[in-house]
């Protein structure tokens, strides 16, 4: 099983749009490709991702918008994120995202999982350590509609002033800490090969990923997924 893994530019292993050999749910390093968590797992660790074989980042820096009040700010909760439900069309979470925190750093898309002749369409967009994933249909090409999937923030990079992890998350933990704040979570193992990966779900759907059993290397909610 290989679970789909993005690497998103700098940061280590986001996942959600990236190439089938490579996973964007769990948390292993893998190159630009579009499979959607990563991010980091939603249906707890099995969900399709979305792998984008030949990414192609988008050209336009991101012009975030340092002076968003907090209050006003983008919320990523375990539902998707303040204004944009999962579910919520492409089309209308981008104008969201571009009316608070601008043009994203970088773009990928792509199939989903490329072994999977039904696999959807996905596309990728980065806002600093942020993720944000939207996947077509089965059978998609890059001109289906697609949907709000999932979301990662890599914990080792920061999150724009235009955005914040909903309240009760921390982004400086370990897992021992998030059994302790949240003890109806669930602390997952995903063997990937000769390698794996720990996931901790919380009650509401956000879950910690990370590559040992101490602390997560990322956080986010929507499926992890597959590709197989």
């Not at 724009?160 to 109806?184: C, E, I, N, W």
């Amino acid at each position: 099983m290989a679970i789909s893994l993005r690497a998103l530019g700098g940061l280590t292993a986001l996942v959600l749009l990236s190439a089938c050999a490579t996973t964007p749910p769990p948390a292993i390093t893998a190159p630009p490709s579009v499979q959607t968590p990563t991010a980091s797992p939603s249906a707890p660790v099995s969900s399709a991702s979305v792998s984008a074989s030949e990414a192609s980042p988008s050209t336009s820096p991101s012009t975030s918008t340092s002076t968003t009040p907090a209050s006003q700010a983008i919320v990523l909760q375990g539902k998707g994120i303040s204004g944009a439900p999962f579910g919520t069309p492409e089309t209308d979470v981008v104008a969201l995202l571009t009316s608070k925190s601008g043009k994203p750093d970088e773009s990928y898309s792509g199939p989903v999982c490329e072994v999977d002749s039904a696999t959807p369409y996905g596309r990728q967009l980065l806002y600093g350590g942020a993720a944000f994933l939207f996947q077509s249909k089965a059978n998609g090409s890059a001109k289906s509609p697609r949907r709000f999937t999932s979301w990662v923030l890599n914990l080792d990079q920061p999150l724009q002033p235009s955005m914040k992890l909903a309240d009760g998350y921390p982004v400086d933990t370990t897992f021992a800490k998030l059994r302790a704040t949240f003890p109806s979570g669930k602390m997952t193992k995903i063997t990937l090969g000769e390698s794996a990966v720990y996931v901790f779900k919380t009650p509401a759907g956000i879950w910690y990923r990370g590559d040992d059993k101490k602390a997560p290397t990322d956080v986010g909610a929507g499926p992890m997924g597959t590709c197989e």
